[in-house]
């Protein structure tokens, strides 16, 4: 079955300090890939997104993320977490001819003063 | 997103009344998803268009229906409102296939009571 995992529900850091968030998919066909942030109270923002070719991505806000085809894997990095990044995140995943993206069930960073 | 709006962001209403939100978009996307967002769960898909009178259901659909009439307005409908049903709601618009990202509401918080 179709699924995408992130295996860290809560993950604290302190600041200035670097972040990895995990996200693996089982899918059939090459996917593409996206990372959401989701502040408090609020809606979904894409930070960034993969669809073929360089396997390091660059997004918004100083993340990036990198896909690793035998790993089924795309994790989120920051070299240096902010306060303000504390947030929830969600990786999502789609395939061609699939017509609506399936996401992860979400991880909430914390960052410690 | 100033492109998509929902209505109402909050709404409380009573177990076995009927319910509606509302999605409306300014960008002429053809692709409007629901979905719902309960924590350990991420967000799951209820249903999507993908035109005019085009929909099709999605992993959570029981319960719900959709309907739209014009490119611009995507209609949830709960016929019969169940405790259950308490979520965050979010709408999202997409490019075809969504290859290129959602766009997503700021969310309708509803509680059945």
């Known amino acids: 079955a179709q699924s995408v995992t992130q295996p860290d529900i809560h993950i604290t850091v302190s600041e200035g300090a670097s972040l990895e968030l995990r996200c693996n998919y089982s899918?059939?066909?090459?996917?593409?890939l996206f990372w959401y942030v989701q502040s408090p109270g609020q809606g979904l923002q894409l930070l960034l997104k993969?669809?073929?070719?360089?396997?390091l991505v660059q997004g918004i806000k100083g993340f990036e993320a990198e896909f690793k085809r035998s790993q089924s894997s795309f994790n989120l990095r920051k070299p240096s977490v902010h306060w303000s990044d504390a947030a929830e995140y969600f990786c999502?995943?789609?395939?061609?001819?699939?017509?609506?993206?399936?996401f992860g069930s979400g991880t909430r960073l914390q960052v410690q003063p | 997103d100033a492109g998509i709006t929902q209505s109402p962001r909050h709404k409380v209403t009573e177990t076995g009344t009927p319910v509606t939100l509302r999605c409306h978009q300014t960008e002429n996307h053809r692709y409007m998803y629901w979905y719902r967002q309960d924590p350990g769960h991420g967000l799951r898909l209820i249903h999507y268009?993908?035109?005019?009178?085009?929909?099709d259901k999605g992993e959570v659909s029981d319960g719900y229906s959709v309907s739209r009439s014009k490119t611009e307005d995507f209609l949830l409908t709960l016929e019969s409102a169940t405790s259950s049903q308490t979520s965050v709601y979010f709408c999202?618009?997409?490019?075809?296939?969504?290859?290129?990202?959602?766009?997503f509401g700021s969310g309708t918080r509803l509680t059945v009571v």
């Open positions: 993969y669809f073929s070719g360089d396997t």
């Open positions: 999502a995943v789609g395939v061609t001819g699939r017509r609506a993206l399936t």
């Open positions: 268009s993908y035109g005019v009178k085009d929909t």
């Open positions: 899918y059939g066909a090459t996917p593409y």
């Open positions: 999202a618009i997409s490019d075809p296939e969504g290859l290129y990202g959602y766009t």
